[in-house]
C-alpha cells in the first residue's frame, strides 16, 4: 500500500494528484486518486483497516442508492413481506429517494449528504412524518446493500448515533381525552346511535380495542361466545387478503364483555355467510373494505350521536378513524375503576393491546395511569416495621 504522485496531460493541460494504491480482501490491486496528498494518506488508512478486517468495498465494487433500492425490494418480496409493506417501500423509493439522491453511488452517501437528502425532501413539501418515514427506507436500503457487502458505511444510522439522545428526542405529544381519545359519554353515544350491521363491529371494536384490520379477519371460529374470549389470530390487508397478525404479540385472547357476547349472539343469526366464516363480512360474505367500514359504519354512526366538528357541508365526525376506538378501549383499561371496575397493571394493558413491548404501551398511555400518594403506604409500612 503507498501513495505517489502523478501527472498526467489532458488536451494539452498538465495536471497531476495523488493515487493511492492498496490490495484489496481478494488481493485484487486498487487504485483511487485524490487532489491532496492528506486525503489519500487518510484514504489509505481506512481502507487498510478495512481490508484487515474484511469489510472493505471498493468503489468499482458498490453500487448506486437505486440499484440498492431494487435489492431491498427484491429481499422483502423474498421475506414475504405483505403487499401495503412492499407498496410502501416502492413509494418510497420511486417517489422520494430515487428522484433525489438515486444515482449516488452508495460509498459516496455520507452523513452530510443524508442530512442534505432531508432538507431536500422538506423544501419538496414532505411532511415531517413523511420525511422521518423516508429516511428509515434510506437507512434499511443501506443495511441490506451492506449486508451483501456492497457498501461498509451506514451514514443514515451514524447520523441517528451522533445525536444525543436529549437533542435528537421529541417529546411525542400525549393523547388527549376529548380530542385523541373520545370521552365515555361520547362512546355511550355512538353505541346508542348506531344500528344495523355496523353496530356489532362497533361494539367489538369498542370493548376489545382490537385493530380494524383484526376485525376485518375475525372468523366465527375464533370466538367462544360460551366462555366469553375473543381470540386474534389473522387480519386482513387493505387488499382484502387474510395474513398473519400484525406481530407475534398481536396473536392475544380477549376477554368479551356481556354486551359483547349478546350482540354477537343475535348478530351470528343475521350475518352473511361466506367460506371464510367472517363475523364482520360484507353483504356477500367476503372480506370487507376498510373504507366501507369507515364510510358507512363509523362516520355515520359519529354523525348520527352528535359527535362532530364543523358546520353545514364541512360537518365531520370529531374522530375520523378506527384508532381512536382502540384509545378509548385502553384509557378504559387504565382507568376502570372510574366506571366501578378494578384498573388493569401495565402489563395487562399491552397484552390486551397487542402491543410488541411495554415501552410501546407506556409512550403512548403512561400519562393515563392513576398517580396515587403514596406518603400513607410508606407511613403504614415503616410502622409495621418497627412496631410503633
Known sequence: MSVRKRTWSTKGVEQSGWQADYLDAKGKRRRKMFARKKDADAFLLTARTEVREGVHVADAETVTVEQAGKLWLKSGEADGLERTTLDQRRQHLDLHIVPIIGEVRLNKLTVPGVRDFQDR??????????????????????????????????????????????????????????????????????LTSVSGRWRPLLVTMVFTGIRASEARGLRWSDLDLDNGKLTVSQRADRYREIGAPKSGAGRRTIPLTPMVINTLKTWKLACPKGEGGLVFPNTEGGVEFHQNMLQRGLWPAWIAAGVTVGEGENLKPKYPGFHALRHWFASWCINRRADGGLELPAKAVQERMGHGSIQVTFDTYAHLFPVTDESAAFAAAEKHLFGT
Do not use: F, W
Not at 437507512?139 to 451522533?162: C, F, K, M, Y
Open 121 to 190: 425532501l422538506r423544501e419538496g413539501g414532505r411532511s415531517p412524518a413523511m420525511v422521518k418515514r423516508v429516511i428509515v427506507s434510506l437507512g434499511s436500503i443501506i443495511a441490506d446493500a451492506q449486508g451483501r457487502g456492497l457498501t461498509v458505511r451506514n451514514p443514515v444510522h451514524e447520523q441517528s448515533r451522533s445525536r444525543s439522545k436529549k437533542a435528537d428526542r421529541r417529546a411525542k405529544p400525549r393523547l388527549q381525552v376529548g380530542v385523541d381519545i373520545p370521552t365515555g359519554s361520547e362512546i355511550k353515544s355512538l
